[in-house]
């Protein structure tokens, strides 16, 4: 598209348009159709190539559609097979996107989302074999009511090129559908894991109408785990989420206090029971300790029951969501600092049942520690 200038009417100064001149006379350039049309049709282009439907009362579009077209790109260069593009993320501290439960007196209530949150998902490029990965700003949203009594997951995708929430049941099960993105409003098959396609934002549990729908959030970043160095007396919370399905605890303290026991151990509520028992090669016999099954309390993480002891302990936990429930073991070392000796070492053996709330879903999964110098802990969720 250039200037009319082979147009001899249109009345063009230099190659350009000017406006009358009532005082010399001198009149304004004329628009001659053809090129109205075209100057139109070069806009409406771009703002068809940004996926938008033109509209003449908007005045926006066309920065729309060059932000969105500028996001896709005019070639494939950048773009990735779609197996290969990163799993979606949210760019908050713990990887999760905040979701606010809704009760509604005739039904199960909703579910609402913020604006201003960088999320980073991918977008197809050319259907089912291409993509790309697009970071959007969230924008305020807020899902229809839902049935009671019944099981959602909130998820997100890109759609014309704009990122959309939806909401659509399921089970924690589902398994991924081929396309890899959900059907929003489904009925069913929505509580699949996120794919790079396709993010899984919480899952949320409706009751009697009126009532607050629960929310259970979910983590999208690119590595479940995290570590924490804590000294001191304190809790910490280990981070869980509905797509858990197993997870690992290592906790140690390479540098014993001096003075000193030092304990680290779950809180004690909601244990079903457990036991333990421990061997030393100073014990001809093990001993063992089921008595948590009638008055519980939980799987033992460690003390090191002697100052100076340098102790580790693995844990692994088997998560069953749908009965908000957990199975955890544990293997505990203990050795006294610098000793050539085997007279003082322990191993450990332990396991329990764990109940989990709903807050464990939210703030995770409370562990106590006192005289703790330099205890370490790396915990990690495997889906």
Same mark, same amino acid.
């Given at each position: 598209?250039? #200037? $009319? *200038?082979?147009?001899?009417?249109?009345?063009?100064?230099?190659?350009?348009?000017?406006?009358?001149?009532?005082?010399?006379?001198? +009149?304004?350039?004329?628009?001659?159709?053809?090129?109205?049309?075209?100057?139109?049709?070069?806009?409406?282009?771009?703002?068809?190539?940004?996926?938008?439907?033109?509209?003449? *009362?908007?005045?926006?579009?066309?920065?729309?559609? =060059?932000?969105?077209?500028?996001?896709?790109?005019?070639?494939?260069?950048?773009?990735?097979?779609?197996?290969?593009? $990163?799993?979606?993320?949210?760019?908050?501290?713990?990887?999760?996107? &905040?979701?606010? +439960? =809704?009760?509604?007196?005739?039904?199960?209530?909703?579910? &609402?989302?913020?604006?201003?949150?960088?999320?980073?998902?991918?977008?197809?490029?050319?259907?089912?074999?291409?993509?790309?990965?697009?970071?959007?700003?969230?924008?305020?949203?807020?899902?229809?009511?839902?049935?009671?009594?019944?099981?959602?997951?909130?998820?997100?995708?890109?759609?014309?090129?704009?990122?959309?929430?939806?909401?659509?049941?399921?089970?924690?099960?589902?398994?991924?559908?081929?396309?890899?993105?959900?059907?929003?409003?489904?009925?069913?098959?929505?509580?699949?894991?996120?794919?790079?396609?396709?993010? !899984? =934002?919480?899952?949320?549990?409706?009751?009697? $109408?009126? &009532?607050?729908?629960?929310? #259970?959030?979910?983590?999208?970043?690119?590595?479940?785990?995290?570590?924490?160095?804590?000294?001191?007396?304190?809790?910490?919370? %280990? $981070?869980?989420?509905? @797509?858990?399905?197993?997870?690992?605890?290592?906790?140690?303290?390479?540098?014993?206090? +001096?003075?000193?026991?030092?304990?680290?151990?779950?809180?004690?509520?909601?244990?079903?029971?457990?036991? /333990?028992?421990?061997?030393?090669?100073?014990?001809?016999?093990?001993?063992? @300790?089921?008595?948590?099954? *009638?008055?519980?309390?939980? !799987?033992? =993480?460690?003390?090191?029951?002697?100052?100076?002891?340098?102790?580790?302990?693995? %844990?692994?936990?088997?998560?069953?969501?749908?009965?908000?429930?957990? %199975?955890?073991?544990? /293997?505990?070392?203990? @050795?006294?600092?610098?000793?050539?000796?085997?007279?003082?070492?322990? %191993?450990?053996?332990?396991?329990?049942?764990?109940? @989990? +709330?709903?807050?464990? /879903?939210?703030?995770?999964?409370?562990?106590?520690?006192?005289?703790?110098?330099?205890?370490? #802990?790396?915990?990690?969720?495997?889906?």
């Amino acid at each position: 598209m250039d #200037f $009319p *200038t082979k147009v001899p009417s249109a009345g063009l100064v230099d190659g350009k348009f000017v406006d009358e001149n009532p005082l010399t006379g001198t +009149p304004g350039s004329l628009i001659p159709a053809s090129w109205g049309n075209g100057v139109t049709q070069e806009i409406v282009n771009v703002i068809k190539a940004g996926d938008l439907t033109p509209d003449e *009362t908007k005045v926006d579009q066309l920065l729309q559609a =060059i932000q969105s077209v500028s996001a896709k790109g005019w070639n494939l260069d950048s773009a990735l097979p779609i197996g290969s593009l $990163p799993m979606p993320t949210v760019a908050t501290a713990d990887g999760r996107l &905040s979701v606010t +439960p =809704i009760a509604a007196a005739t039904s199960g209530g909703k579910v &609402s989302i913020p604006a201003g949150v960088f999320v980073s998902i991918g977008q197809e490029v050319v259907a089912g074999q291409l993509g790309r990965s697009r970071t959007f700003t969230t924008q305020a949203w807020s899902s229809v009511e839902m049935v009671p009594s019944a099981w959602y997951f909130v998820r997100a995708q890109v759609v014309g090129g704009v990122l959309k929430f939806y909401i659509q049941r399921g089970s924690l099960y589902d398994i991924a559908p081929a396309s890899l993105k959900g059907t929003p409003d489904a009925a069913a098959g929505g509580g699949f894991q996120s794919t790079p396609l396709d993010m !899984c =934002i919480a899952w949320i549990i409706t009751s009697a $109408p009126g &009532s607050i729908p629960t929310v #259970f959030p979910i983590y999208n970043r690119s590595r479940l785990t995290w570590t924490q160095t804590v000294n001191g007396s304190g809790v910490i919370y %280990l $981070p869980l989420d509905p @797509h858990a399905r197993s997870a690992r605890l290592i906790v140690g303290n390479p540098t014993p206090s +001096p003075t000193e026991i030092t304990g680290v151990g779950f809180a004690p509520g909601g244990w079903v029971g457990g036991n /333990y028992c421990f061997l030393s090669p100073a014990l001809t016999t093990s001993s063992n @300790h089921d008595a948590g099954w *009638t008055s519980p309390y939980p !799987c033992a =993480i460690f003390t090191n029951n002697f100052v100076n002891d340098v102790t580790v302990t693995s %844990l692994t936990a088997s998560f069953e969501h749908s009965q908000l429930r957990s %199975l955890w073991q544990s /293997y505990q070392a203990e @050795h006294m600092l610098g000793s050539t000796s085997a007279v003082s070492d322990e %191993l450990l053996f332990s396991m329990g049942i764990k109940n @989990h +709330p709903a807050s464990d /879903y939210v703030s995770g999964i409370a562990v106590n520690f006192s005289a703790a110098v330099n205890v370490s #802990f790396s915990w990690e969720l495997i889906r």
